[in-house]
């Protein structure tokens, strides 16, 4: 009653996350699909504006994940590798400035190692854990 889907999954077109959620910034949703490829699409038309496997491998894993949160004008990536990302998201595409590997995967899903918890952050610090550990990352300079 008065709402109307626009899109849906579709192949080729939008995004169909596994486990994680997009996060949308302006007319922009960015998020990594089912494929493992980190992706910006339109809203609320849904057309892909770019996609990349960049952030978790050269060739992207299926259900490839990583966590997204916004800072200002940067977000922070975290990946299932357990590598902590800053990064530059646009509608042009995807900009690394840093990357750092914080901790170790300790699960298994789909024949890979894996760490899927999303990070804290509060007070210029990320917490982050696996199923062995929690560790807290400084993030200031």
Sequence with gaps: PGAEAVWQDEAKHAISPVNVQPIRDGNTMYG?????TLMAIDLPSGDRLWQ??????????????????????????????????????SR????????THVIK??????????????PAF???????RNDNEIICVQLAK
């Design 52 to 89: 990349t496997a960049e952030p978790l491998a050269d060739r992207p894993p299926g259900s490839g994940t990583a966590f997204i949160v916004r800072q200002a004008d940067r977000y922070w990536l975290f990946t299932e590798n357990g590598d902590l990302i800053i990064c530059k998201l």
């Design 92 to 99: 042009e595409g995807y900009q690394e400035l840093d990357r």
């Design 122 to 128: 509060a007070n210029q610090r990320a917490y982050i």
């Design 32 to 36: 990594f699909d089912q494929n493992g």
């Design 105 to 118: 995967p300790s699960n298994v899903a789909f024949g890979r190692d894996v760490v899927w918890s999303m």
